[in-house]
T-cell receptor, first 115, second 110 residues
């Protein structure tokens, strides 16, 4: 079955702009998590959605937001971009069973560069 | 947020050598997982451990869930060039949150 799909794969923005990233989970997976990956900080948890509800949230400012649709697809938005937001944004989906064990299936990521 | 202490940060080894990396935490975890990230890809699950003391193998990979539930290690035997990548440990807390280590960058020279 198809894996987790993230779009776009690469994008370049300038400071102050906003960006929306999209994630389509594996069919049947209802939980979607978002992570920010930077060389210095590793994988930082942004938020998790399950059945259109935010279930967990990491320690990121309010400029970072997300949502999940009824088909389990998810989007995350970053407003008023800063240089430090340059990172690889990873989406991961999991089944109900996987949610209990932490077994995540990651997409290839969206690499955001802020100039 | 909480971060696991993963070491070493990077390793440069020759093909055929064995590799060992580990993760420690100040908190107890219910599950330990090891992921590998190839260049340009997202992390992929290698091994999941569910019980303290558990030792699990996946081909040339062996991982153990520490008896204190605060640590885990991953061994790779007889490394090959395709083992190159970043290896992440992850621990799932008693409250269900998943925390990742900062990764071990592995380089294998032919």
């Amino acid at each position: 079955k198809a894996g987790v799909t993230q779009t776009p794969r690469y994008l370049i923005k300038t400071r102050g702009q906003q960006v929306t990233l999209s994630c389509s989970p594996i069919s049947g997976h209802r939980s979607v998590s978002w992570y920010q990956q930077t060389p210095g900080q590793g994988l930082q948890f942004l938020f998790e959605y399950f059945s259109e509800t935010q279930r967990n949230k990491g320690n990121f400012p309010g400029r970072f937001s997300g949502r999940q649709f009824s088909n389990s697809r998810s989007e995350m938005n970053v407003s008023t971009l800063e240089l430090g937001d340059s990172a690889l944004y990873l989406c991961a989906s999991t089944s109900v069973a996987g949610a209990n064990t932490g077994e995540l299936f990651f997409g290839e990521g969206s690499r955001l560069t802020v100039l | 947020g909480q971060q696991l202490n993963q070491s070493p940060q990077s390793m440069f080894i020759q093909e055929g050598e064995d590799v060992s990396m580990n993760c420690t935490s100040s908190s107890i975890f219910n599950t330990w997982l090891w992921y590998k990230q190839d260049p340009g890809e997202g992390p992929v699950l290698l091994i999941a451990l569910y019980k303290a003391g558990e030792l699990t193998s996946n081909g040339r990979l062996t991982a153990q869930f520490g008896i204190t539930r605060k640590d885990s290690f991953l061994n790779i035997s007889a490394s090959i060039p395709s083992d190159v990548g970043i290896y992440f440990c992850a621990g799932r807390s008693t409250l269900g949150r998943l925390y990742f280590g900062r990764g071990t960058q592995l380089t294998v020279w032919p």
